[in-house]
């Protein structure tokens, strides 16, 4: 079981260097990332975007270009499809969001001939580490998909349980969030989850214990759950937090970023490799962290 970033990079060390295609890859934080990853073993990037603008970010961080790949290009919509054609070729095993539009990146990612499709829908999941906490907590989806319905939040729950065993949770504890732990037909969020609930119990949602609906203190905290008289086998102990829409899931990671002190790694999974994919604003080492938890993915995720 891996219980924090610490021990992630650990982990991550082991085993041959990921080989990381950067799209527009000229941003410095990015290539400070990349820079460190190289230093820990972990990683070997394949830099495709404007050289010039490149090469001075990599003085700026010491990064040493001579063992990484530069490829050039200064459109960002081809740098997205460079990058998509490296993985697809076999040169790289994960993706990673550079300077540019994470729509341009997802739209070379999910170009019918080109791209990285599987069959299974993209979604985020942000890995959390709590101060005080010896634990690492799922948020999904704050990233990609918008409205989910059930069948949409089923296939988000299968992605991030991949995540979660990648870290070592071989059953994780799904909580399905709402505002209440009834359900209630005037907020569809409850029913969703009761729906997803049921789901889990026949099975048609695998390897993972789901409960909801749960709001978000029964979740996280056993004396809130004691205290609300909910017997749940999820609520105090939930690995994972399913989040009911987009906008949700995206306050709920950045809240405990920036209010709790949070640290995060993120990626997005259902295509062919992870996706790093953050916020320009997010800095190196949590870019840094979601490339040691994709070259894990990359390497474990079938398992």
């Not at 990853?37 to 070997?44: E, N």
């Not at 070729?89 to 300077?99: D, I, P, Y």
């Not at 990648?166 to 989850?193: H, S």
């Amino acid at each position: 079981m891996i219980r924090t970033f610490d021990e992630l990079l650990q982990a991550a060390q082991r085993g041959a260097a990921a080989r990381v295609a950067v799209a527009m890859a000229g941003d410095l934080e990015a290539l400070e990332a990349v820079k460190e990853a190289a230093d820990l073993g972990l990683a070997r990037g394949i830099l495709i975007g404007d050289p010039g603008e490149i090469g001075r970010s990599a003085g700026l961080v010491g990064l040493d270009l001579s063992d990484q790949e530069v490829v050039a290009e200064t459109d960002p919509e081809n740098a997205a499809r460079l990058a998509v054609q490296a993985v697809r070729s076999g040169q790289a095993n994960v993706l990673m969001k550079g300077r540019l539009q994470t729509a341009d990146l997802l739209r070379a990612v999910l170009d019918r001939e080109r791209g990285l499709r599987t069959g299974r829908p993209l979604s985020h999941v942000a890995v959390m580490e709590l101060q005080g906490e010896r634990r690492l907590i799922l948020v999904t989806d704050g990233g990609v998909n918008i409205a989910p319905d059930v069948a949409r939040k089923a296939q988000i729950i299968e992605n991030a349980v991949l995540v979660a065993k990648t870290l070592g949770m071989e059953t994780p504890r799904v909580a399905v969030l709402a505002a209440v732990e009834v359900i209630n037909p005037e907020m569809p969020a409850t029913i969703d989850a009761a729906m997803l609930a049921k789901m889990a119990d026949r099975r048609q949602i695998r390897s993972a214990i789901v409960d909801g609906p749960l709001a978000l203190d029964v979740a996280i905290s056993r004396a809130a759950a004691e205290h609300k008289r909910l017997h749940s086998p999820v609520a105090g102990q939930a690995d994972i937090l399913l989040a009911p829409n987009i906008e949700a899931g995206n306050i709920l990671a950045k809240s405990l970023q920036y209010f709790a002190g949070a640290t995060m790694a993120g990626v997005v999974v259902g295509a062919l490799v992870p996706i790093v994919v953050l916020s320009r604003a997010d800095q190196a080492e949590s870019k840094l962290l979601s490339i040691a938890l994709a070259k894990r993915l990359a390497e474990h995720g079938d398992d």
